[in-house]
């Protein structure tokens, strides 16, 4: 059975930093490209990530670029999120999610984990 | 940045029809991907490229893409179909994907 676990989330304060991990499961991780996508409290979704199987090509939103970074580590069939520089906005639910072989949409996707930036 | 745009809401009785739109500048030209998402729950893919239906989704669910507008159509509406209904494509111009505000569904 596919699974895609998320862990690492928490209660940081503004400025800190945060690492996020995302354990897959039930296919072969390195052939697939991942995301990372979050969720604030009552809002829609936000694209936060892109990172290809072979770690190659990576994308960040705007919003993120420059205090993200997204990495993965194949042999231990993991995604991350390291995450500095954490302002208010940025608390949200962060989920992973599977690409599918084709291209520009996610077939799956974890349950999320919770980051949430106060004082 | 590309904006995707949805209305916040639709209602609908049981047994008719939802048409929820997604717009975009020639949005004709892109691939459009949607997701339902209930309460509590992580997203769940009902339509890609387009008009494609994943595995188990009912064929109830549809979807449409011309000009401006990218339409979601669900046939025969459910109770279980409420739920928030995401739009999403790929902005090649910024090399990142984008998300509509999402429509929530409720039905009388």
């Known amino acids: 059975e596919m699974q895609l676990v998320e862990s690492g989330g928490g209660l940081v304060q503004p400025g800190g930093s945060l690492r996020l991990s995302c354990a897959a499961s039930?296919?072969?991780?390195?052939?697939?490209?991942m995301n990372w996508v979050r969720q604030a409290p009552g809002k829609g979704l936000e694209w936060v990530s892109y990172?290809?199987?072979?770690?190659?090509?990576?994308y960040y939103a705007d919003s993120v670029k420059g205090r993200f970074t997204i990495s993965r580590d194949n042999a231990k069939n993991s995604l991350y999120l390291q995450m500095n520089s954490l302002r208010a906005e940025d608390t949200a639910v962060y989920c992973c999610?599977?690409?599918?072989?084709?291209?520009?949409?996610?077939?799956?996707w974890g349950q999320g984990t919770l980051v949430t930036v106060s004082s | 940045s590309y904006v995707l745009t949805q209305p916040p809401s639709v209602s609908v009785a049981p047994g008719k029809t939802a048409r929820i739109t997604c717009g975009g500048n020639?949005?004709?030209?892109?691939?459009v991907h949607w997701y339902q998402q209930k309460p509590g729950q992580a997203p769940v893919l009902v339509i890609y490229?387009?008009?494609d239906r994943p595995s188990g989704i009912p064929e109830r669910f549809s979807g449409s893409n011309s000009g401006n507008t990218a339409t979601l159509t669900i046939s025969r509406v459910e109770a279980g179909d409420e739920a928030d209904y995401f739009c999403?494509?790929?902005?090649?111009?910024?090399?990142?994907?984008?998300f509509g505000a999402g429509t929530k569904v409720t039905v009388l």
């Open positions: 999403q494509v790929w902005d090649s111009s910024s090399a990142a994907y984008v």
């Open positions: 490229y387009d008009g």
């Open positions: 039930g296919f072969t991780f390195s052939t697939y490209s």
């Open positions: 999610a599977r690409e599918t072989n084709d291209g520009g949409h996610f077939d799956y």
């Open positions: 990172i290809s199987g072979s770690s190659r090509t990576i």
């Open positions: 020639n949005i004709g030209g892109k691939s």
